[in-house]
């Protein structure tokens, strides 16, 4: 081993350090101070008790974790500026401090058993775990440092209690900090991992276009993958989002190859799952949800010209509404509209409310004025021209029927439907020449009956 070491003191200040294989123990209160980088080799074994700084790389080849527990827990500072810590075997210490701003980056995993303090420094985890195994709700502290971790890497927590236990994730390409809270629902020992997986979630193998029906967009910029590694009680799970993210609406899961709605509930900057337990698709996103529209009208059918009354309502409430009235008039309005066809036919009224709702629709029938033409005589005498008496409609009418008297009263023929004509006979026998009376009863497509009578003269 290479280094200048005061047991108890100071150690005074070493390029680079290689330890071949020998166990080193520092008392508590000691200091070791390594302005270059440590090469720990099999056998390097390190009972640390008091604080080691080190300012370059770590290199651990003992599959002793490098810092051993020992009787009294003992603190790594990272002190330099980008460093990186790897080697074949995972590295353990009771504390480790980060200071500069510059990042800390793992090629092996991390165990940190006590305390872990951020300072202003990221954590980069990389696809690696750095596991904080003290169920101390306060056993990570930090200024303005974070956790970034790409697919497979996460930060881990223990916890014992029912309090508050932070991971504060974020990534740097682009610089996000976006932290995650949980509250156990038990003091039973638990784990869980958070990590901020820092770009479009389609890119990592969940499309924002694979959507529930009730959802409209997921968060572009990122998703969270928030998870359980032990223990089986419920949890909540409060998720932050920042000023200018652009969908910040309630959570959704990744969820059989689809991204599904959460239960969850806003709170100041994000949104929370309280007394959650489904972890089979540990991810997490913001998203929007689909408006619900609805369309009702004041009748389904309408005369040219009638004004029809247009109601939508919308879930939750929109205070704008697209409409397209289905006959070249689109506008963007409230919640009522009145408007008016000026030629019949079968219309289709369309509302939606930006910029992220489902269409309703709602079919439309305008039919011209329901008007009758009758006739007030007909020679039915076989020349082919005025043989027959019947009603001509103009416009549209849903029913029609008539009877046909003689000047004592009694019926002689009936008709029902715009089709239906009288012959001039009764029973297949010519009637006379002379008056007859008509009795019409009609109703239009609009539900209004009306009786017209009158005479009409058989001329032969």
Sequence with gaps: MKALICIGGLVCAQSFVTNT???LYLEPGGIIWCEGGWDNQTGGTFLNQGTVYIAGDIQNGDAGQFFPPAPFPGTLVLNGTVQSLGGPFPIRTDTLRLQNTAPKILF???FIDRLLDLGDSELRTQSRFAAVRSAEPGAILRQTGFVSSESGGYLE?????????LFPVGGTTPFRYRPVELIPSSSAPHRFAARL??????????????LHHSLCEINPLYDHYIN????SDPVELRVYYAVGDPVTGPLAQWKNVLWNPTPATPIPSGWSLSGWSDFTDPYFAFSERRIQVSLTASADTVQVGQVLTLSASSQPNSPTYLWNLGDGTTQSGGALQNHSYSQPGTYTVAVSTPPCSDTTYKRIVVVAPALLSVPNSFSPNGDGINDFWRVEIVGQIRSLRWNIYDRWGILLFSGEGTSARWDGTKNGQPCAEGAYVYVIEAETFLGEKFIRTGTLTLLR
């Design 228 to 231: 359980r590694l032990a223990g």
């Design 197 to 210: 997986a820092n770009g479009d979630p389609t890119l990592e193998g969940r499309p924002r276009d694979q």
């Design 108 to 110: 092996t995993d991390l």
């Design 21 to 23: 294989g020998v166990p």
């Design 157 to 165: 927590r223990a916890t014992d209690r029912s309090a508050v236990y």
